[in-house]
Structure formats: C-alpha cells, structure tokens
C-alpha cells in the first residue's frame, strides 16, 4: 500500500542522486537538466565544498538560481569560470573529475545510453536532442551516475542506438580494447522506481523505492531483461524533511524542472 506522502518519484530520485556526492572537495561534472537539481542539492545540504562543473564549461564554487537551459544567464552570473565546452572535456581527459552526472533517453543492461533516435536512425519513432556533451562524460569520466525515468521503453535488453558507450557488450575490459580510458563509464543509475550499481558491466539493482509503493514485481515489469539483484537488496532511504525544503524552496523554487519531467516522454 503506498503510504500518504509528500514527495513525488522525481524527488525521490534527486535526492537519492545528490546523497551520492561526498564533501571531500569532490568536482562533479554535471549535465543538462534533472542532474542540475541533484548536484546543487548536495552543495546546498552535506556537500558544501564541492565544486560544480556545468558541461558548458561554467564553473562554479557558490550556488546560484538556475535556469532550464545549463548556459543561461543566472548560472553564469558571479560564476568562478566561464570557459568552453572543449576545455571541460579536457579537465574530463585528464581525470579532474572525482564524479559525474548525465540524464538518458534510454538505457541498456551494459549500462550504454541511446538519446538520439528510437527505431531506425533515418526513420526513427522518436528523435532526442542527442550527444550533447554526454559521449565525452561516458567516455572519460569515472563514477558516471545517470537519471532517468524508468519503464520497459527506457530500459532495453539493447538500446537501439549507442550515444554514449556504457560498457558495450558486457566483455570484461571490453572499454579499454575499444580505446576508452580505464576505470571510466558507467558506475550507478538512479531513476524514479529503484537504484541500480554495475557489477561486472551488468546493471545490478541495488535499491528499491518502497515508501513509493514500488515493489519487486513492478521493477522487473518495467525494465526489459531479467535484471540481476544484488545479495543485499535494500529499501531507499526516504528524503528527509530538510532535504526537500532545500530541493523546493532554494534549489528549483520557480519549479522550472518538475513541469519540465513531465514532458520528457516518447
């Protein structure tokens, strides 16, 4: 029975996202979209010394109002740098990054993300924006977390077109032999329903939603192979009190991503 509460699944899922980052002066590269929410959240509660990097290349050590696009105005206002999608990239290839966080149209069993087409390229059921800077993140960052929405559509056997490369095939060392740098990619997916890690290259869930009412049954109904379970599967730990005040009120007050997650379907 789902309990009378006061949070939504995409809350759930920021939160659990932002718990992810650590105050050890960790850098986090961070993406368009929902991945803003979760990044600031951490530097607004348990991580104020962290530093942020939107994949523009805005740099950041002070919190900011943020806009829907990455590149407007209010995250460039008193920002630490302003430089440029190349050099970020190149902080990326130099493993400057102690985390990193994308968003995905879908995702595969190895953890490969597909944000360009659904069906055939050249005549597709739905088309995405596409790469952005997402390739450069799954090929060059460690600790790559990805947010999504989950149901059976975004969750594959095999996405329908590589984006950004997870780890393939599921061939141990498989990323190294096709020329990615080691110890990169994929390290866990947080979506509105569970919490996933990768073990051996294979998404494993680690992490199950209840106080949402999520069950079992109703992860393995949405996602599209028989996904392994960890050993020590557990319950998510809920968002507290503090956590949502900060999400609502200082992180996204004009509620600019939570009318946005609505239309992000296909």
Same mark, same amino acid.
């Given at each position: 029975?789902?309990?009378?509460?006061?949070?939504?699944?995409?809350?759930?899922?920021?939160?659990?996202?932002?718990?992810?980052?650590?105050?050890?002066?960790?850098?986090?590269?961070?993406?368009?979209?929902?991945?803003?929410?979760?990044?600031?959240?951490?530097?607004?509660?348990?991580?104020?010394?962290?530093?942020?990097?939107?994949?523009?290349?805005?740099?950041?050590?002070i919190p900011c109002q943020l =806009?829907?696009?990455v590149d407007s105005l209010y995250?460039?206002? #008193?920002?630490?740098?302003?430089?440029? +999608?190349?050099?970020?990239?190149?902080?990326?290839?130099?493993?400057?990054?102690?985390?990193?966080?994308? =968003?995905?149209?879908?995702?595969?069993?190895?953890?490969?993300? !597909?944000?360009?087409? *659904?069906?055939?390229?050249?005549?597709?059921?739905?088309?995405?924006?596409?790469?952005?800077?997402? !390739?450069?993140?799954?090929? +060059?960052?460690?600790?790559?977390?990805?947010?999504?929405?989950?149901?059976?559509?975004?969750?594959?056997?095999?996405?329908?077109?590589?984006?950004?490369?997870?780890?393939?095939?599921?061939?141990?060392?498989?990323?190294?032999?096709? =020329? #990615?740098?080691?110890?990169?990619?994929?390290?866990?997916?947080?979506?509105?329903?569970?919490?996933?890690?990768?073990?051996? =290259?294979?998404?494993?869930?680690?992490?199950?939603? !209840?106080?949402?009412?999520?069950?079992?049954?109703?992860?393995?109904?949405?996602?599209?192979?028989?996904?392994?379970?960890?050993?020590s599967l557990e319950v998510t730990?809920?968002?507290?009190?503090?956590? +949502?005040?900060? +999400?609502?009120?200082? *992180?996204?007050?004009?509620?600019?991503?939570?009318?946005?997650?609505?239309?992000?379907?296909?």
């Open positions: 029975m789902v309990k009378n509460l006061n949070y939504s699944p995409i809350e759930q899922m920021i939160v659990s996202a932002a718990r992810l980052i650590k105050d050890n002066d960790e850098v986090i590269f961070v993406g368009v979209g929902i991945p803003q929410l979760a990044a600031w959240l951490a530097k607004y509660t348990h991580a104020p010394n962290c530093v942020i990097v939107h994949e523009v290349g805005i740099i950041r050590t =806009g829907l696009f995250v460039q206002n #008193l920002a630490d740098m302003l430089s440029g +999608l190349f050099y970020v990239n190149a902080l990326a290839a130099n493993d400057c990054y102690n985390r990193a966080f994308i =968003g995905a149209g879908q995702i595969d069993r190895y953890g490969n993300i !597909n944000s360009t087409v *659904v069906g055939n390229y050249y005549h597709p059921i739905h088309r995405w924006p596409g790469s952005g800077g997402g !390739n450069d993140v799954m090929s +060059l960052c460690r600790n790559v977390v990805i947010m999504l929405k989950q149901d059976k559509r975004r969750f594959p056997e095999r996405v329908d077109f590589i984006t950004s490369p997870g780890y393939l095939d599921g061939i141990p060392n498989q990323r190294e032999k096709e =020329g #990615l740098l080691p110890m990169t990619g994929p390290s866990v997916v947080v979506t509105d329903m569970a919490i996933y890690h990768f073990i051996d =290259g294979e998404m494993v869930l680690k992490s199950i939603h !209840n106080d949402l009412g999520v069950t079992l049954e109703d992860i393995k109904r949405e996602i599209g192979w028989s996904v392994k379970i960890d050993q730990k809920p968002p507290s009190d503090e956590e +949502l005040d900060v +999400l609502r009120e200082k *992180v996204d007050p004009q509620k600019i991503f939570k009318f946005a997650s609505k239309s992000d379907k296909f």
